[in-house]
T-cell receptor
């Protein structure tokens, strides 16, 4: 158990819909990362937050948005869903600030768009 | 921009044998971390081993060890005494280290390892 909690674990929805994925980082971790893993591919970095502020952005679509709340949990919002958005979405957290460089991953949220 | 390349999409090894997975990376940074993550069929991302670029000594974790060649920008993973439970996708990853904090992980495309009895 990494200490990172993601909900829901599985989600099936239709094209055009909107979903929200939630992530609770490890206790004490201020940084949250979101990654997308499409079928049998590597993890693509989407976005990073640190203590409520956006820190870095990767190849995140404009239809996607995220935020980190004062209690440090984070949400990834995916809207106008397309078939190609079907993927495993991982959240990871880290200590940062002279940390070990290690990211701790949640179990992922599997999104299926029909 | 940093890139991570894993040139072996699939590999197989017999139980109890040794296998080496290759990884190369490209960066102009001098301070960074390198990682190998394992993703079994459960899809959970599990850290296997970690190497700080400033350390010349290769990291070792039980049956897992790395061959870190900084000048060549190479970071291979050796799995000794392979076990059936080692069957998984293995990802090499790079993270730049900034002054007081770290950066995002950049992943390679992965190597699928199958361990046969």
């Amino acid at each position: 158990d990494s200490g990172v909690t993601q909900t829901p674990k599985h989600l099936i929805t239709a094209t055009g819909q909107r979903v929200t994925l939630r992530c609770s980082p490890r206790s004490g971790d201020l940084s949250v990362y979101w990654y997308q893993q499409s079928l049998d591919q590597g993890l693509q970095f989407l976005i990073q937050y640190y203590n409520g502020e956006e820190r870095a952005k990767g190849n995140i679509l404009e239809r996607f948005s995220a935020q980190q709340f004062p209690d440090l949990h984070s949400e990834l919002n995916l809207s106008s869903l397309e078939l190609g958005d079907s993927a495993l979405y991982f959240c990871a957290s880290s200590v940062e600030i002279m940390g070990t460089g290690e990211l701790f991953f949640g179990e992922g949220s599997r999104l299926t768009v029909l | 921009a940093q890139t991570v390349t894993q040139s072996q999409p699939e590999m197989s090894v017999q139980e109890a044998e040794t296998v080496t997975l290759s990884c190369t990376y490209d960066t102009s940074e001098s301070n960074y971390y390198l990682f190998w993550y394992k993703q079994p069929p459960s899809r959970q991302m599990i850290l296997v081993i970690r190497q700080e670029a400033y350390k010349q000594q290769n990291a070792t974790e039980n049956r897992f060890s790395v061959n870190f060649q900084k000048a060549a920008k190479s970071f291979s993973l050796k799995i000794s005494d392979s076990q059936l439970g080692d069957t998984a996708m293995y990802f090499c990853a790079f993270m730049k280290q900034r002054s007081y904090n770290t950066d995002k992980l950049i992943f390679g495309t992965g190597t699928r390892l199958q361990v046969f009895p």
